[in-house]
């Protein structure tokens, strides 16, 4: 930009003409970019942290890659020229604890309006100090998920069937409900309500040797490895229990069907074979249909009395199948 009035005064002399005009030296180094810079690093090193968190078997789930390509977000935007070159001053301010003045000096200019773009740097400043007072830094309440991926998917159906067993399990006796926690060995449903007078429990994710103390008939005699486990064991997804031992398994399976489940029939019987100690046997396959061919529910039995129910559900559903349900519950009265 031309300097006016140093040209306006040289009107009129003699030589060589010249044209002055006004420097302007633009400085990033200024507290408010030090503060985004800081911000920026410490987001890179978090995610850095909350990858070598997620296990090598899970590194290509959704919220592995989601942090991957937000920290080479993060990355591109340190590589800017107005980033780069202060780098070492918001890494000098992290490392020695005086980025909390620094964000201070930066909520200063910002409210006096020094800076452009104000909305944008208060909102990362008002970040960065609430980061540094270990304060929350989001509201709470619903928010999208910025990822998803279908790897939980088998997990929450069989969460949603749990949760309907136990609302028709109650609904029909009674009883007391239970947290469910991984890995804990206490039944999440209990009832003395029942037809026979008999106690009845719930368990999830529960070994059938240990919560029926049964030894599995089928055993490994040899192996390449030394520590393989002798015998095979087995965990339904459900288990039933009566007070005198009869149980009912039950699996639930996400995979959507055109027609009945027979591997996982077979998967019973698997179960019937392995843990036999109980004549007849009962067991029960929930699993996910949309087809109009698949019928609402099958029962399959055997001539000492045993019996298979196979029934169809979808959480989209309205009536949720109750027929399947019904058959359900008809065969908890008969067993427990």
């Known amino acids: 930009m031309l300097d006016l009035t140093r040209v306006s005064g040289g009107v009129g002399l003699v030589g060589e003409p010249e044209y002055p005009i006004v420097v302007v030296k633009r400085e990033h180094a200024v507290p408010e970019n030090i503060a985004v810079c800081a911000a920026l690093l410490i987001v890179h090193r978090e995610l850095d942290l909350a990858r070598e968190f997620i296990p090598k078997a899970r590194r290509g789930g959704p919220e592995y890659v989601a942090a991957v ?9 340190l590589r800017q020229p107005w980033l780069a070159g202060i780098r070492d001053e918001a890494l000098n301010a992290i490392r020695r604890g005086s980025i909390e003045s620094v964000a201070d000096a930066a909520n200063g200019r910002v409210v006096a309006g020094h800076t452009t773009s104000p909305t944008a740097y208060k909102r990362v400043v008002d970040w960065l100090i609430a980061s540094l007072e270990g304060a929350p830094t989001e509201v709470g309440g619903e928010i999208d998920w910025s990822y998803y991926g279908s790897d939980f998917d088998e997990t929450l159906f069989e969460l949603w069937c749990l949760e309907q067993i136990r609302e ?51 055993r490994s005699v040899e192996s390449s490895r030394k520590n393989a486990k002798s015998r095979l064991g087995g965990v339904p997804d459900y288990l039933v229990v009566g007070s005198e031992g009869q149980h009912v398994i039950l699996d639930a399976k996400l995979r959507d069907r055109s027609r009945r489940p027979t591997e996982e029939i077979y998967k019973l019987l698997g179960y019937f074979n392995n843990f036999a100690h109980q004549d007849p046997t009962f067991g029960v396959i929930l699993y996910y249909a949309k087809s109009p061919r698949v019928p609402a529910y099958e029962m399959f039995e055997t001539a000492e009395g045993g019996q298979i129910l196979a029934f169809s559900v979808d959480p989209e559903r309205p009536d949720g199948n109750e027929e399947g349900w019904t058959a359900l519950l008809n065969l908890l009265d008969r067993v427990c």
């Open 69 to 77: 390509r937000l920290n080479e977000v993060v990355q591109r935007m």
């Open 168 to 218: 028709r399990m109650s609904a029909r006796y009674g009883g007391e409900r239970n947290e469910w926690i991984y890995g804990d060995p206490q039944p999440v449903f209990g009832s003395d309500d029942t037809p026979n007078g008999t106690r009845l429990s719930l368990y999830v994710q529960s070994g059938l040797r240990k919560t029926l103390n049964i030894e599995p008939r089928w």
